[in-house]
């Protein structure tokens, strides 16, 4: 029976909605009432959207305060983070992440996935520097 009602409900709301069809159709825009109801739900639909907007309001100033005090950070790791993004072309083109019983991580390259980009050229100062 579980299985039944699930099946029925999309059915149950074509049939309701056929058989309303006829009546609405025979009132009369000039009476106002169809242009009434579309103007009731529609201020419906306004105060349910105004009511979501004050339940989030915190939610979303509690979101902005945090994306400000991380700003230093972020920026911080902006340079390593389009580093990266030049060397990582698509997420699609690699495998998901394997861990080795040495803790090291490989992402492998999917066999059937384009050649990578070229790898960017690293400006002699920005290369690592070696004390002998």
Not at 38 to 48: D, P, R
Not at 60 to 68: F, N, R, V, Y
Not at 102 to 123: C, F, M, Q, S, V
Request: proline share 14%.
């Amino acid at each position: 029976m579980k299985q039944i009602a699930p099946t029925l409900a999309p059915a149950i709301l074509v049939l309701s909605l056929a058989l309303a069809g006829p009546a609405l159709s025979q009132t009369t825009p000039e009476g106002g009432e169809v242009e009434e109801g579309f103007s009731l739900m529609e201020e419906g639909a306004k105060l349910l959207l105004k009511g979501l907007m004050s339940e989030m309001e915190p939610a979303l100033d509690e979101m902005g305060k945090a994306l400000s005090d991380m700003e230093p950070a972020l920026k911080e790791l902006q340079p390593k983070m389009l580093e990266l993004l030049a060397l990582v072309d698509d997420l699609t083109n690699y495998q998901a992440p394997e861990r080795l019983e040495n803790g090291d991580i490989l992402i492998r390259r999917k066999p059937d996935a384009p050649p990578p980009p070229p790898l960017p050229e690293t400006p002699p100062e920005a290369a690592p520097q070696t004390d002998l």
